[in-house]
């Protein structure tokens, strides 16, 4: 059993920040890829970054590399995602993400555990 909590969505002009944060509870958080996954209305559920249990080997959308950066803190149970240069097109709800392996897919069926998403707002 793994929780995931989701904070720090908003509105924002484009071109501003946001970072994200995703609480984890679970004793097996820190062998968990990460990932952050984003959906906008009408459209389906994509990733945006993932991250591996040791942080050594992350994964970044096209559309969001060199903006987002995906880190983690398995210390606090803790995985982040910092936004940059946000575009209208970023808007959507922002989910965070937990699998007990890398499986080389980055489906959203390929994650079991799921929190229950931010909205995150970026105006033209």
């Known amino acids: 059993q793994v929780q995931l909590v989701e904070s720090g969505g908003g509105l924002v002009q484009a071109g501003g920040s946001l970072r994200l944060s995703c609480a984890a509870s679970?004793?097996?958080?820190?062998?968990?890829?990460m990932a952050w996954f984003r959906q906008a209305p009408g459209k389906e559920r994509d990733i945006v970054a993932a991250i591996l249990w040791n942080g050594g080997s992350t994964y970044y959308a096209d559309s969001v590399k060199g903006r987002f950066t995906i880190s983690r803190d398995n210390a606090k149970n803790t995985v982040y995602l910092r936004m940059n240069s946000l575009k209208p097109e970023d808007t959507a709800v922002y989910y965070c993400?937990?699998?007990?392996?890398?499986?080389?897919?980055?489906?959203?069926?390929?994650?079991?555990?799921w929190g229950q998403g931010t909205q995150v707002t970026v105006s033209s």
């Open positions: 679970g004793r097996t958080f820190n062998t968990y890829t």
């Open positions: 993400a937990a699998g007990p392996y890398y499986t080389g897919s980055y489906a959203p069926n390929a994650f079991p555990y």
